[in-house]
Each structure stands twice: as structure tokens, then as C-alpha cells.
């Protein structure tokens, strides 16, 4: 997660600075603070309304905007990080040499923070001798340089020079600069989503779970530099890092055949999915038929994952369940973590506006074994995740 990081986007003239408009949607969904600066040129291939409008903030692409004087060094101060993509030929060469004839270069010239750059050009020029000498002259300053893709380039010829994703340039940042260490070196399970019970090929029993919060806790997991494996049932959210382990199943079953030989091998596991406590015993392989005025389905109860792991934990593993509660929230909650033989449940209430299945924010309690009583109040679910998170490192390293 990026939230509480201020990250400076420079953009100049490439065709390539399209891709920026992604770039900066990415970390803004991040949670970065995100500001623009663009070369006078970069305007004629993204507009800065667009840009100012996605990231909230002015764009500034004048060292002098009518009357009033750009502070470049403020804004080289302000960043966590100064992200220049794409870099152009031009604009390199510039950084190379010490040129201030724009913002941009002003800005790099009195930046403070760490400075990295996504070249795009043309694959002759990639090549060119020249642009090797800048970009190693960049290195030498202590700039990082993102490697460029190969692939269809501006001129209609396919080669080096591509400019790189926006989500390898989110992922590369995220990681180089900001994934922090708590957690490094530890494996963890994150379940999360619904599950889907066939009734036959066309139906199936279901419930409201979006995932949205098992991937926000598998995200900061993995942002505390812990190795992660996310397995999510049927869920539309996508993971903001590449370097998450994904696996996509449907029912319990499933779920339960995957998470089972990892139980006791992970040091953290959160089971976040809403798992269907009961599937239908007999799974039709043709579409049920309307032959009469009712239908009859019998039910069977699923496999308790987080019980099989529960049962299983092993001394040094730390085991996080959830709980959702109508009625006698916390004393059904704590009794559930006791049954269950785990070290923390987060309860979840129904009863507030704006928290539980679907919505982006949440309202929880954290229940531990240990006696510890941590109440969440209603925020975005990626911040709910963060306290999550930060409560287990908590836990481990009291
Ligand atoms: N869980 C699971 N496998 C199941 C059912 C639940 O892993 N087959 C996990 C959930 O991921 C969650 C916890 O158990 O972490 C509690 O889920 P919840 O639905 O609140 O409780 P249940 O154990 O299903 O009990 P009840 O429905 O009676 O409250």
C-alpha cells in the first residue's frame, strides 16, 4: 500500500505519456499523494486537466504559470519519490547534462528524493550510443532506471524501446522503495470471496462477499514484505502487485483442496473468505428441469478450513479467522476463536451503515487469544486492512 506516500509523476514528450494517465490512476488507487510535472512538450499527447482531475491535484508545466513563480524546489522536497514516465530522448539527454530550460528539469535538478525513470524511444534510438552514455551518466547520479519493453513502437517498427506498464512501473516502485521489511522472510495464506455451490451447470448458492477486503489484507500483507499466497474464490477485484501468488477457485471444496497442504507450512494464515457453510449433495450435471411446483434441495455442510487449520496450527504459526455476527456479536465471536483454536477473529458487524459485504469500507473489532481488544472504526477497507496487519505484527513481536 502506498497511502501516506507522496509520489512526484514527470511526464514528457512521447507518445508513451498516454500510459502515465494509468500510471498515476494506479498509485492514486494505491493510496499515494500524487502530483504532476510535464515538459511543455508532454501537453501536445496528454492533456493536464486530465491529469489534474485523476490525481486532485495541479499540474504544473510552466517554471513561470501567468504571474506566479513554479516552486520547483518545493516540489523536489515534497516527494517521497520522483517518477519520470516516460523519459524521452530529449529530456534524458537534458538530465544527463544539467539543462534547466523547464520545469521538469528544474524540478530534477533540485530534487531530494529518490529519482526513477521508465525510458521511451524509438528502438534506433534506444541503441544509440548517446543515449547509452546518459543513461549510464543517470546511474552514476544515483537515478533507477526502469527497463524498457519490447514490443510495437511509435514509428510501426517492433523492437526495444517501450515504454515499460504502468503496472510494472506501480510494481518496480512499490518495491524498490517501499515494501517494508516486518514481515520478510515469512510465508502467508490469505483466503477470501465467496464460494459457489453448484446446484447444476447453470445455478449455483452464493452469498454477498466481494473479496474487497482478503485482497486489501493479502496487499498490506505482502507491502510488509511478506511472501504471499492469495486463494479467492469467484471475485471481479484484481491485486494491485504482481508479486502476490494468486490461485482462483469456485466452491469450498476447492478452496479447502488448495489451502489444505499450505496449512502447516505458512507462519500466518488470515481466512477472510466467506466460505458457504453448506453445498448442495447432489450436483446435477444437466440443468434442472421445472416438472413440478417446487423444488426440494438438500443441503450438506462443508469443510471448516478454518477449523482443519485451527486444528493443525503448529507453535510458532499465527492463525487470523473472521466472524460475522448478528446477535451476541462478541461472545459468539470470542466463543468461535476458542472452537476454532486460532490467535485473533475479526469481528464484523452487519449492523453498521457502510461496513460488511461489497461496500469499500469497514467497521471491525479484533478479538485475540491473548486477550486483546482492538476496535477498527469505519474507514476504507485498504486502511482497515493496514490496522489488520499491523495488529498481527503486534502480536508476533510482543
Ligand atoms: N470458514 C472457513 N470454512 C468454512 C466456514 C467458515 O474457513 N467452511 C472461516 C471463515 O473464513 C471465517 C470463519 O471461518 O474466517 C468464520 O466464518 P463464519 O461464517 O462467521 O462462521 P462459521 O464458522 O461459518 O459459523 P456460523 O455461520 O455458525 O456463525
Given at each position: 500500500?502506498?497511502?501516506?506516500?507522496?509520489?512526484?509523476?514527470?511526464?514528457?514528450?512521447?507518445?508513451?505519456?498516454?500510459?502515465?494517465?494509468?500510471?498515476?490512476?494506479?498509485?492514486?488507487?494505491?493510496?499515494?499523494?500524487?502530483?504532476?510535472?510535464m515538459?511543455?512538450?508532454?501537453?501536445?499527447?496528454?492533456s493536464?486537466?486530465?491529469?489534474?482531475?485523476?490525481?486532485?491535484?495541479?499540474?504544473?508545466?510552466?517554471?513561470?504559470e501567468?504571474?506566479?513563480?513554479?516552486?520547483?524546489?518545493?516540489?523536489?522536497?515534497w516527494?517521497?519519490?520522483?517518477?519520470?514516465a516516460?523519459?524521452?530522448?530529449n529530456?534524458?539527454?537534458?538530465m544527463?547534462?544539467g539543462?534547466?530550460?523547464?520545469?521538469?528539469?528544474?524540478?530534477?535538478?533540485?530534487?531530494?528524493?529518490?529519482?526513477?525513470?521508465?525510458?521511451?524511444?524509438?528502438?534506433?534510438?534506444?541503441?544509440?550510443?548517446?543515449?547509452?552514455?546518459?543513461?549510464?551518466?543517470?546511474?552514476?547520479?544515483?537515478?533507477?532506471?526502469?527497463?524498457?519493453?519490447?514490443?510495437?513502437l511509435?514509428?510501426?517498427?517492433?523492437?526495444?524501446?517501450?515504454?515499460?506498464?504502468?503496472?510494472?512501473?506501480?510494481?518496480?516502485?512499490?518495491?524498490?522503495?517501499?515494501?517494508?521489511?516486518?514481515?520478510?522472510?515469512?510465508?502467508?495464506?490469505?483466503?477470501?470471496?465467496?464460494?459457489?455451490?453448484?446446484?447444476?451447470?447453470?445455478?449455483?448458492?452464493?452469498?454477498?462477499?466481494s473479496?474487497?477486503?482478503?485482497?486489501?489484507?493479502?496487499?498490506?500483507?505482502?507491502?510488509?514484505?511478506?511472501?504471499?499466497?492469495?486463494?479467492?474464490?469467484?471475485?471481479?477485484?484484481?491485486?494491485?502487485?504482481?508479486?502476490?501468488?494468486?490461485?482462483?477457485?469456485?466452491?469450498?471444496?476447492?478452496?479447502?483442496?488448495?489451502?489444505?497442504?499450505?496449512?502447516?507450512?505458512?507462519?500466518?494464515?488470515?481466512?477472510?473468505?466467506?466460505?458457504?457453510?453448506?453445498?448442495?449433495?447432489?450436483?446435477?450435471?444437466?440443468?434442472?428441469?421445472?416438472?413440478?411446483?417446487?423444488?426440494?434441495?438438500?443441503?450438506?455442510?462443508?469443510?471448516?478450513?478454518?477449523?482443519?487449520?485451527?486444528?493443525?496450527?503448529?507453535?510458532?504459526?499465527?492463525?487470523?479467522?473472521?466472524?460475522?455476527?448478528?446477535?451476541?456479536?462478541k461472545?459468539?465471536?470470542?466463543?468461535?476463536?476458542?472452537r476454532?483454536?486460532?490467535?485473533?477473529?475479526?469481528?464484523?458487524?452487519?449492523?453498521?451503515?457502510?461496513?460488511?459485504?461489497?461496500?469499500?469500507?469497514?467497521?471491525?473489532?479484533?478479538?485475540?487469544?491473548?486477550?486483546?481488544?482492538?476496535?477498527?472504526?469505519?474507514?476504507?477497507?485498504?486502511?482497515?486492512?493496514?490496522?489488520?496487519?499491523?495488529?498481527?505484527?503486534?502480536?508476533?513481536?510482543?
Open positions: 500500500m502506498l497511502s501516506d506516500k507522496k509520489i512526484l509523476v514527470g511526464i514528457t514528450g512521447s507518445i508513451a505519456a498516454y500510459k502515465s494517465i494509468l500510471l498515476i490512476r494506479l498509485l492514486v488507487k494505491a493510496g499515494a499523494e500524487v502530483k504532476v510535472v515538459t511543455p512538450s508532454a501537453k501536445s499527447f496528454v493536464p486537466l486530465v491529469l489534474s482531475t485523476l490525481c486532485k491535484n495541479s499540474v504544473f508545466s510552466e517554471l513561470v501567468s504571474d506566479q513563480w513554479a516552486n520547483h524546489v518545493e516540489l523536489g522536497r516527494a517521497d519519490l520522483f517518477i519520470i516516460p523519459l524521452s530522448c529530456t534524458l539527454a537534458k544527463a547534462n539543462l534547466c530550460d523547464n520545469i521538469l528539469q528544474a524540478v530534477y535538478l533540485s530534487a531530494t528524493c529518490a529519482v526513477v525513470v521508465a525510458p521511451a524511444m524509438d528502438e534506433d534510438m534506444w541503441h544509440h550510443l548517446s543515449t547509452k552514455k546518459n543513461l549510464s551518466t543517470l546511474l552514476s547520479y544515483g537515478n533507477t532506471i526502469i527497463p524498457v519493453g519490447k514490443g510495437e511509435a514509428s510501426g517498427l517492433f523492437g526495444e524501446g517501450r515504454m515499460a506498464e504502468p503496472e510494472e512501473i506501480l510494481q518496480f516502485c512499490t518495491e524498490a522503495f517501499f515494501r517494508g521489511i516486518s514481515l520478510s522472510g515469512k510465508k502467508v495464506l490469505v483466503t477470501a470471496g465467496p464460494t459457489y455451490e453448484s446446484i447444476d451447470p447453470v445455478r449455483f448458492i452464493g452469498n454477498y462477499s473479496g474487497k477486503m482478503g485482497f486489501a489484507i493479502a496487499e498490506s500483507l505482502y507491502m510488509a514484505g511478506a511472501e504471499v499466497l492469495l486463494i479467492t474464490g469467484p471475485s471481479q477485484e484484481q491485486l494491485l502487485y504482481k508479486g502476490i501468488k494468486i490461485l482462483r477457485v469456485i466452491s469450498a471444496d476447492e478452496m479447502y483442496e488448495s489451502a489444505a497442504p499450505l496449512m502447516g507450512q505458512v507462519d500466518i494464515a488470515v481466512y477472510c473468505a466467506a466460505v458457504a457453510d453448506f453445498t448442495p449433495s447432489i450436483k446435477h450435471t444437466e440443468k434442472i428441469k421445472k416438472h413440478s411446483d417446487h423444488l426440494l434441495l438438500e443441503l450438506q455442510p462443508t469443510i471448516d478450513i478454518l477449523a482443519m487449520a485451527g486444528a493443525q496450527k503448529k507453535t510458532n504459526q499465527y492463525i487470523l479467522g473472521f466472524a460475522l455476527e448478528t446477535e451476541n456479536e461472545e459468539n465471536a470470542l466463543a468461535k476463536l476458542k476454532k483454536n486460532i490467535d485473533a477473529i475479526v469481528l464484523n458487524s452487519l449492523r453498521t451503515v457502510g461496513a460488511g459485504f461489497g461496500v469499500d469500507t469497514n467497521d471491525v473489532t479484533i478479538l485475540s487469544a491473548n486477550g486483546v481488544e482492538k476496535n477498527i472504526a469505519l474507514q476504507s477497507k485498504k486502511s482497515v486492512a493496514a490496522a489488520i496487519v499491523s495488529f498481527i505484527i503486534d502480536e508476533l513481536y510482543a
